[in-house]
């Protein structure tokens, strides 16, 4: 009985990705926060929509980031519906955000960063405040592609470095739930943000407990039948030409 209502549950689904797909693109964040992580499927199904009027490349045979991110189709800020912004300033985390763009390696604000992403009630202090973390992570890309020109490279570069060293202090728990793919889908500027966050972590080689977590976030998002999100299959199958990586043990016999 359930495995059928599941498989009616996806022809529906197939059928709005198929003929309503903007209905996705607006709905994703909103849509993701109420799909158990245990059902991929569905997730890379509401993540795979891309515009009706472009055609992204084939994701193993697609030309470097570098030459997608200067196409005109891709350059286009995606519209995501949900109040993720809301979620950051009613706590005021977009000052400390900003102040730390704006002074980098200031412990201050990254502590006062840190302390927002969790819950400080007393019955659940320490536990993941995951809204304010979802919202968080599409909050950064969101605020550093729209800045001027005169601020984009040097904030771009200071969210990586924050974004780094969080994934870097944080436990198991907090780095999957900042990892969280939902925003890698199809070829747009913050689908393009995430993939180059994901790949430097693979340039270098004292991140190896990161590196094996974001690579089966990955294999399990395409260990099931498709479709796949474009900029999943395209991490992955760029992360496949990296020659040290299959000396790694959690991915042999993978490739």
């Known amino acids: 009985m359930m495995k059928s209502f599941y498989k009616g549950i996806l022809r529906v689904l197939l059928v709005i990705l198929s003929d309503f797909p903007e209905f996705f693109i607006e709905m994703s964040f909103i849509l993701c926060e109420f799909i158990p992580e245990k059902f991929i499927q569905i997730r890379n199904l509401v993540l795979s929509a891309y515009p009706s009027n472009t055609k992204p490349p084939e994701p193993s045979r697609a030309p470097p980031l570098q030459q997608l991110e200067v196409r005109d189709e891709f350059r286009i800020l995606p519209v995501t519906l949900g109040n993720y912004s809301e979620r950051i300033s009613s706590i005021d985390l977009h000052t400390s955000i900003l102040s730390y763009l704006n002074t980098p390696n200031n412990d201050i604000f990254f502590r006062e960063i840190c302390s927002k992403l969790v819950i400080q009630t ?17 909050y950064i890309p969101s605020l550093v592609l729209r800045v001027p020109e005169t601020k984009a490279k040097e904030y771009r570069r200071e969210s990586y470095a924050l974004l780094m060293k969080l994934l870097t202090i944080s436990n198991a728990g907090m780095r999957e739930t900042l990892l969280n793919s939902n925003n890698i889908r199809f070829p747009n500027p913050i689908t393009f943000y995430f993939i180059h966050l994901l790949l430097n972590f693979f340039a270098v080689p004292e991140y190896d407990v990161i590196q094996e977590q974001i ?7 395409i260990s099931v039948e498709n479709p796949y999100p474009w900029g999943i299959a395209y991490t992955y199958a760029n992360l496949s030409r990296i020659p040290k990586l299959k000396e790694k043990a959690y991915q042999q016999n993978t490739w």
Do not use: D, H, Q, W
Request: proline share 4%.
């Open 122 to 138: 007393e019955s659940a202090k320490g536990t993941i405040n995951y809204p304010v973390v979802n919202a968080f992570v599409l």
């Open 215 to 221: 690579f089966r976030m990955l294999e399990a998002r």
